[in-house]
């Protein structure tokens, strides 16, 4: 069984500009969630999808941040205009929805941002 | 706001030592604590999953203590192996769903 991969494994682009994040979820796993390690500092809760829907986005950082999930099976993470401190990790986790405690991780993105 | 704090941040040990790892977190009222494992490069590995109800839990040469009274969980790693080096995150998940990581103890067995 394919795990949850991710895409770019590593991104690097200037302040200013847009990028976008996707993550494909283990197959059948309603519960798709998005966090975010900035250098330094502990992995973060970003957002939490059920199926199509957004459950909890309280972690977003602001309005720069856009994250959708059509169809309840890939999620994308679109940061627009990009700045210098949306540099790090971006991970994204799935979970069946009767065993949420157990989140599969994908290897996540490194955003650089110039 | 619960906070999850690791000590050491770092830590070097021969192969064959046993090692524990210390984790803390701030708010007692937690769902549950984690530990995970992380490789460079790749996605995060859960270890162990300690409910609030329990005290421990094993697996091979990995054991998890959870304390929540004390606000304390640690991680013993059995005769530790090269292959043990990893960076070892602890996470807990309250009552509002969310899970918690701290930094991390980046964790090197010296071969």
């Known amino acids: 069984e394919a795990g949850v991969t991710q895409f770019p494994s590593h991104s690097v682009i200037e302040k200013g500009q847009t990028v976008t994040l996707r993550c494909d979820p283990i197959s059948g796993h309603d519960n798709l969630y998005w966090y975010r390690r900035v250098m330094g500092k502990e992995i973060k809760f970003l957002l939490h999808f059920v199926k199509e829907s957004k459950q909890d986005e309280s972690g977003m950082p602001n309005n720069r941040f856009l994250a959708e999930r059509t169809g309840g099976t890939y999620s994308t993470l679109k940061v627009q205009p990009a700045e210098l401190e949306d540099s790090g990790v971006y991970f994204c986790?799935?979970?069946?929805?009767?065993?949420?405690?157990?989140?599969?991780f994908g290897p996540g993105t490194r955003l650089t941002v110039t | 706001k619960q906070e999850v704090t690791q000590i050491p941040a770092a830590l070097s040990v021969p192969e064959g030592e046993n090692l524990v790892l210390n984790c803390s977190f701030t708010d007692s009222a937690i769902y549950n604590l984690q530990w995970f494992r992380q490789d460079p490069g790749k996605g995060l590995t859960s270890l162990l999953l300690i409910q609030s109800s329990q005290r421990e839990q094993t697996s091979g040469r990995l054991n998890a203590s959870l304390d929540k009274s004390s606000g304390r969980s640690t991680l013993y790693i059995a005769a530790s192996q090269p292959g043990d080096s990893a960076t070892y995150l602890c996470a807990v998940r309250g009552r509002d769903d969310k899970i918690i990581f701290g930094k991390g103890t980046r964790l090197h067995i010296l071969p």
């Open positions: 986790a799935s979970s069946l929805s009767w065993d949420r405690d157990r989140q599969y």
